[in-house]
């Protein structure tokens, strides 16, 4: 959807103020809804919209565009005077008879979330064998005044006597998953002269883990060049299309 906001000369920084994407399954990028807050002028939004139907877009009403974006067919629509969604056709229909308002969660200083409802599955795309009780999993990055970047890692049991079960075991795993990540990081180095082409350098920060409540908390620091290329690598192996 990036490549999508560039070609139409929406500029994610200056334009965007929030955007908000959700799907039923992190492995089906067909299904993604990504919904935006901008602050772009209505004449210069109608003009991005029509610059959509080309080559293969079209419009299905005055304000929505069906067009081929993240790979797959979806929708692109204003609602209201400073939102814009790009959804699966199916959900479009359903928003365009709903006069629910959409309304976006608060980011309170968060620069980048991610959320997950039963996270061992979904976290098991990256060898992690995280207890398949866990509840919610959440991954935030906050911007701190140094210009380093925070993250935190909030994995939510069902109550307080699981989660100090729990607590070491995950921090273990996770650690252990550091670990290999790292070498994986050393082996593409090693790899890179004779001609095999891995993704560039994995060097995944450490976390340290406490219990809050019936939550296992993980925080780390890293400065924010070294937070955007992680992010940028992890989030193919998580999010991968299916065949």
């Not at 098991?124 to 380093?148: C, E, H, I, K, T």
């Amino acid at each position: 959807l990036g490549a999508t906001l560039r070609r139409v000369a929406i500029d994610p920084f200056e334009d965007i103020d929030t955007a908000v994407l959700a799907a039923p399954r992190l492995n089906d990028p067909t299904q993604y809804t990504a919904v935006f807050s901008h602050k772009i002028p209505t004449g210069r939004l109608q003009l991005a919209l029509a610059r959509l139907t080309w080559p293969n877009g079209r419009w299905l009403d005055e304000d929505s565009v069906r067009v081929r974006a993240g790979g797959a067919m979806r929708v692109v629509f204003r609602r209201g005077e400073h939102l814009v969604l790009a959804t699966p056709e199916r959900v479009w229909k359903m928003m365009r008879t709903s006069s629910r308002p959409v309304r976006l969660p608060p980011s309170r200083g968060r620069v980048f979330s991610l959320g997950l409802r039963e996270p061992a599955m979904a976290l098991a795309r990256l060898g992690l064998d995280l207890p398949p009780s866990l509840l919610r999993m959440r991954f935030d990055a906050y911007p701190l005044a140094d210009g380093q970047v925070e993250l935190r890692l909030r994995f939510e049991a069902r109550d307080e006597a699981e989660a100090q079960a729990q607590h070491m075991a995950i921090a273990r795993e996770i650690e252990l998953a550091r670990q290999q990540l790292r070498q994986a990081g050393k082996l593409a180095s090693l790899l890179r002269p004779l001609g095999v082409a891995l993704d560039g350098k994995l060097d995944p920060p450490r976390f340290r883990f406490d219990r809050e409540g019936k939550s296992i908390v993980g925080v780390a620091t890293l400065d924010f060049e070294h937070a955007q290329t992680l992010l940028r690598q992890l989030a193919p192996v998580v999010c991968e299309a299916k065949a």
